[in-house]
């Protein structure tokens, strides 16, 4: 079955810096990778999503990409805020393959003041 | 669109009881997911449906887990007899073929005691 790891499992940076979260997957017939984010006490809640025939998506401060041949992907965000503080899960699934979304382990992202 | 109802939000029980979760799908969603949540283990794919038929449930840990779905607005995950190291919060998502973000229910945090 499909494997996804993610990195780093923390991450801190200052307020208005960029942060980077990292996955690769395992299974090449995987095509579709969105990422959620999960405040605390909160249900995770999808943010951003691509499909394996487009290497990248910007939507305002967040943008992922995508590298097939590596079999990797990367969630950027930009001008960090205090509310984007929280843990993110990246996660891939096969179309046809019954939607079932194989998660990565989570970022705890930190923005300081 | 009220999302994805799960019930109840906190349960706290003693060993050794049986415990019922619930949760009512997004209309129209054709497939619904039981995760686990823990630090150790992440998120967990425990069953999924799809057209309230079980596709999949390796993720389920042991016989004493177990999940129904007998109408397509109502699934139950039950745990008999409950122990303590199945504390987690357990969430429901639910998803339709043509989009294949899930949509998260608030969970249900378990404690056995």
């Known amino acids: 079955g499909e494997n996804v790891e993610q990195h780093p499992s923390t991450l801190s940076v200052q307020e208005g810096d960029s942060a980077v979260i990292k996955c690769t997957y395992s299974d090449s017939a995987s095509n579709y990778f969105p990422w959620y984010k999960q405040e605390l006490g909160k249900r995770p809640q999808l943010i951003i999503d691509i499909r394996s025939n487009v290497g990248e998506k910007k939507d305002q401060r967040i943008a992922v990409t995508l590298n097939k041949t590596a079999k990797h992907f990367s969630l950027h965000i930009t001008e960090t805020q205090p509310e984007d503080s929280a843990v993110y899960f990246c996660a891939a699934s096969m179309v046809g393959g019954g939607n079932k979304l194989t998660f990565g382990t989570g970022t705890q992202l930190k923005v300081e003041l | 669109d009220a999302g994805v109802i799960q019930s109840p939000r906190h349960e706290v029980t003693e060993m050794g009881q049986e415990v019922t979760l619930r949760c009512k799908p997004i209309?129209?969603?054709?497939?619904l997911f039981w995760y686990r949540q823990t630090m150790m283990r992440g998120l967990e794919l425990l069953i999924y449906f799809n057209n309230n038929v079980p596709i999949d449930d390796s993720g389920m840990p042991e016989d004493r887990f177990s999940a129904k779905m007998p109408n397509a607005s109502f699934s139950t995950l039950k745990i008999q007899p409950s122990e303590p190291r199945d504390s987690a919060v357990y969430f429901c998502?639910?998803?339709?073929?043509?989009?294949?973000?899930?949509?998260f229910g608030s969970g249900t945090r378990l404690t056995v005691v």
């Open positions: 209309s129209g969603h054709d497939y």
């Open positions: 998502a639910s998803s339709t073929t043509a989009v294949y973000g899930y949509t």
